[in-house]
């Protein structure tokens, strides 16, 4: 588990006043600046933020010490971050933080060793995984329970079921290896 989750992220200044625009990462979206005083990835600067309003998808925020709009440019893409502890536990087994997937083992259902997952991302048909499998190669599976049917967390692994395209591929790059142990062309 790592101590620190990412919440959101300045995307830019909006007005001549010094407000911010602020994409949020959390699951109820105002809940950006619920967690008290935010900081950038390496922890030497925080911000106090004051929500004001919206602009399409994004809020607009009021940063403490920041009233012109060239101060709030300059903090365009600026992650936020806050520390993991800050952070209610989550509620069912079901639920967890992405950040706390990162780093945890990835195994088969026979307990094999299959990777390590890298990333989540989603993008836009649901979450997916990247899992950096034992051969140095990366991997991409649906975080889904058909394909992910057990997470846990506590334990430091998931159990991944692969799906038949990459059950296939994965035997056809063990036949494909010659009597040398390379791979033919």
């Known amino acids: 588990m790592t101590s620190k989750l990412c919440v959101g992220q300045f995307a830019g200044s909006h007005g001549v006043r010094g407000l911010v625009k602020l994409r949020s990462f959390t699951q109820d979206p105002a809940d950006v600046v619920a967690y008290g005083a935010l900081s950038d990835e390496t922890g030497g600067r925080t911000f106090r933020l004051a929500l004001q309003g919206k602009a399409k998808d994004l809020f607009l925020a009021k940063v403490e010490g920041v009233a012109t709009r060239e101060q709030a440019q300059a903090l365009a893409g600026v992650r936020l971050y ?38 989540i991302y989603d ?40 799906p038949a395209v990459i059950e296939a591929r994965e035997g056809q790059d063990d036949d494909a290896e010659g009597e040398g142990g390379e791979k033919e062309p």
Do not use: Q, W
Request: charged content about 30%; overall charge negative; proline content about 4%.
């Open 82 to 119: 806050v520390d993991r502890a800050a952070l209610p536990e989550t509620e069912d087994e079901d639920e967890f933080y992405h950040a706390d997937l990162i780093g945890l083992r990835a195994e088969l259902a026979d307990g094999g060793l299959y990777g390590t997952v890298k990333a």
């Open 123 to 162: 993008f836009g048909g649901g979450d997916v995984l990247e899992i950096r499998v034992a051969s140095g190669a990366l991997e991409m599976l649906p975080f889904s329970k058909a394909c992910v049917p057990v997470v846990d967390v506590r334990g430091g692994r998931i159990v991944v079921d692969l």
